[in-house]
């Protein structure tokens, strides 16, 4: 049973360019979570979804990011026009359940705006 | 709402010398509390968790850890340290009601020296 797989594991975006992290969950997870880890800091909640819906996107920042679960394939998680605030390490974690007391997490995508 | 606080941003420790690592919390409500280790360059892994019970906890990796509820704490402590116990750790809670988002502390860089 593979991990949580992110990719890409990095990535080097411009100033305005687009950015789009992609998180496959572990089998049979259907709650995926996003982390963003800023540097010299522990990780943020982004936001939580689960298949083909968003359940709490309270930390997402209100314009440019944005993050889908769709029915098929990975979760995405969508930066428009990045700034170079935006580098930072971004996770994944997935569960099979609501609630679990056990979240998996991937490697990371760390993105670099130059 | 929660916040979580580590008290020392960096331990150095030198191999086979025993390590504490201090992890404060705050919360209005109950909560679940979870240590994770991230090696460089790595996602985080899970060492160990206080769901309820017995109020010191065995991790992996020789990882133990006390709750007390009085002083908010949650320390980790190994007896005996590895130079492969060189990462960052992450001390994090979560409300037990919630559907499982969690609240990292900004994370305490361990460094073990031969």
């Known amino acids: 049973n593979a991990g949580v797989m992110q990719n890409p594991r990095h990535l080097v975006r411009r100033r305005g360019q687009e950015a789009r992290l992609r998180c496959s969950p572990m089998?049979?997870?259907?709650?995926v979570y996003w982390y963003r880890q800023l540097p010299e800091e522990g990780l943020k909640f982004m936001v939580y979804?689960?298949?083909?819906?968003?359940?709490?996107e309270s930390g997402m920042p209100k314009e440019r990011f944005s993050a889908e679960f769709p029915k098929e394939g990975p979760s995405i998680l969508r930066i428009q026009q990045v700034v170079r605030g935006d580098s930072a390490a971004y996770f994944c974690?997935?569960?099979?359940?609501?609630?679990?007391?056990?979240?998996?997490f991937g490697q990371g995508t760390r993105l670099t705006v130059v | 709402a929660q916040s979580v606080t580590q008290l020392d941003s960096q331990v150095p420790v030198f191999e086979e010398a025993p390590v504490e690592l201090r992890c404060n919390y705050s919360s209005s409500v109950s909560v679940y509390l979870f240590w994770y280790v991230q090696y460089p360059n790595q996602g985080l892994q899970l060492l160990l968790k206080?769901?309820?019970?017995?109020?010191l906890v065995k991790g992996i990796n020789g990882f133990e850890a006390e709750f007390n509820k009085s002083q908010t704490s949650f320390h980790l402590r190994k007896p005996s340290v590895h130079i492969s116990d060189t990462a960052e750790y992450f001390c994090?809670?979560?409300?037990?009601?919630?559907?499982?988002?969690?609240?990292f502390g900004a994370g305490t860089q361990v460094v073990v020296t031969p």
């Open positions: 089998k049979g997870h259907s709650h």
């Open positions: 979804l689960q298949k083909e819906n968003i359940i709490d």
């Open positions: 994090a809670v979560r409300q037990t009601d919630s559907w499982g988002k969690l609240q």
């Open positions: 974690a997935s569960s099979p359940i609501q609630g679990d007391t056990e979240a998996f």
């Open positions: 206080y769901l309820s019970g017995s109020t």
